[in-house]
């Protein structure tokens, strides 16, 4: 491959690494920079509504004159089928990737790159994936009506089980008791170290934080989700899934229903993921005895931006260490005149990782706040410009408790009630103000208490 090559290579990488793009996160081998991972988010307001879904890309060497190979890892082991373009083993059927017979001009072309090809693969996940079998546009029976119902409901339950569930069980060390085991699982764990090519392989990898963080974003998403699916009565534990004209024996999505055991795991891996959040503390002050480098890295970012706020007279956030611990931040914020939190004192929580900046900050709000961009258990949704540097996590997390005028954006908005509201008729939007300003003036009450 051409140093040219290489370069456009790594530019592409870049640009999606520092895109505003919340749908695509992309790695690389440090060895070799043609073999790349990317996750797609399931589109919101699809069955495949905030799943990870993982692919393999690989360049060629006459890239990019062709196009790169691409392989989905979401397959339950190469034993389930997510769309009629995407195959149990892998294949993804594009156009543009050669892989399908596309329309004149839909072919591959040398401007085209990395985030092209994950938006088309993204733009498969679509709200009825079942028009995209060839020949549905000639299918208007009352079957076909049937079955689109029945595809999509099977991809959103397995959309939670395989491309939100498994992948961080199996980074976690959880184990499923035999009797509640789902098709596929065993042969899940037992895979989930045996190749590079594995999807879950990578997951316990390059992308195991994001997963996390991201899980604490939409758990109660997840949470509505299995909720109204089990309030049909066409859905019952352990009914089996309706198996699809285009499915073909081992190109499948098979399985059975069984939303009461996706619940029960989503609270236990949430569990989970919090005990790990609140085991960073101790870890942090065994970094801290031992004077390890991100001990004194992090002591010494908290300390400049007391001392920033302090000579910019900064007094609407004061910023403490927790028992000296420079793991464990205590932001308070006082609502400044003109933004929607003025007068109020908001109690924040910054959890650090031993890892940091490879493992990102968890950000919990401790006073009860009616905002869209705080879940109903205080997860904060924010967005820092440099990863690495806290002070551009402080100044993200103000800004987003400020914001007057977010824009729509179901990636971003965790309390599902209130983004309702805030987006809702001008009476619902009222309604959002009023709740929210009343637990702004409840937060001095609790602060004097």
């Known amino acids: 491959m051409s140093d040219q090559a290489i370069i456009r290579?790594?530019?592409e990488i870049k640009q999606i690494e520092n895109s505003a793009d919340l749908s695509i996160a992309v790695d690389y081998d440090e060895k070799d920079i043609r073999n790349v991972r990317a996750v797609i988010l399931g589109p919101p307001e699809t069955p495949y509504q905030f799943g990870f879904f993982e692919f393999s890309i690989k360049f060629g060497k006459d890239y990019p004159a062709r196009a790169p190979s691409v392989r989905a890892l979401t397959t339950n082991s190469g034993v389930c089928r997510f769309s009629p373009n995407l195959y149990a083993g892998g294949k993804v059927c594009l156009s543009i990737l050669g892989t399908w017979t596309g329309q004149p001009g839909e072919q591959w072309s040398s401007a085209q790159g990395l985030e092209s090809v994950l938006i088309s693969i993204q733009s498969l996940m679509s709200s009825n994936p079942y028009e995209n079998e060839p020949g549905y546009e000639h299918a208007k029976s009352q079957t076909d009506e049937e079955n689109m119902a029945h595809y999509k409901a099977k991809i959103r339950h397995e959309?939670?089980?395989?491309?939100?569930?498994?992948?961080?069980?199996?980074?976690?060390?959880?184990?499923?008791?035999a009797t509640s085991?789902?098709?596929?699982?065993?042969?899940?764990?037992?895979e989930?170290?045996?190749?590079?090519?594995?999807?879950?392989?990578?997951?316990?990898?390059?992308?195991?934080?994001?997963?996390?963080?991201?899980?604490?974003?939409?758990?109660?998403?997840?949470?509505q989700l299995i909720q109204s699916e089990s309030a049909k009565e066409t859905i019952t534990p352990k009914l089996p899934f309706h198996r699809m004209p285009f499915e073909s024996h081992g190109n499948t999505m098979d399985g059975h229903f069984d939303y009461p055991e996706l619940q029960q795991r989503l609270m236990y891996l949430k569990g989970k993921i919090m005990d790990e959040t609140k085991n960073w503390q101790a870890q942090g002050l065994e970094a801290k005895k031992n004077e390890l480098g991100i001990a004194v890295n992090l002591q010494r970012q908290y300390e400049q931006i007391v001392e920033t706020l302090k000579n910019h007279k900064n007094y609407s956030i004061d910023l403490t260490l927790v028992n000296g611990n420079p793991f464990l931040w205590k932001l308070t914020y006082f609502g400044r005149p003109t933004t929607p939190l003025e007068g109020g004192i908001i109690k924040i929580r910054i959890h650090l990782s031993p890892r940091f900046p490879e493992e990102q900050p968890r950000i919990f709000v401790e006073t009860r706040l009616f905002h869209v961009r705080v879940s109903k258990e205080g997860v904060l949704c924010y967005f820092p410009r440099r990863i690495e540097e806290m002070r551009q996590h402080v100044e993200a997390i103000v800004a987003v408790l400020e914001e007057?005028?977010?824009?729509?954006?179901?990636?971003?908005?965790?309390?599902?009630e209130a983004a309702k509201l805030f987006w809702g008729s001008p009476e619902d939007r009222k309604k959002y103000k009023r709740t929210l300003r009343r637990d702004v003036e409840r937060s001095v009450e609790d602060a004097f208490e």
């Open 9 to 11: 290579i790594t530019r």
């Open 159 to 177: 959309t939670i089980r395989i491309a939100v569930l498994q992948p961080l069980e199996s980074a976690m060390g959880i184990s499923l008791d």
């Open 181 to 190: 085991k789902s098709p596929g699982y065993e042969k899940y764990l037992s």
């Open 192 to 223: 989930a170290d045996d190749s590079s090519e594995d999807e879950n392989h990578t997951s316990t990898n390059a992308f195991i934080d994001l997963r996390k963080r991201r899980f604490l974003w939409y758990y109660d998403s997840y949470v």
């Open 404 to 416: 007057q005028e977010p824009p729509y954006d179901p990636r971003t908005t965790v309390n599902i």
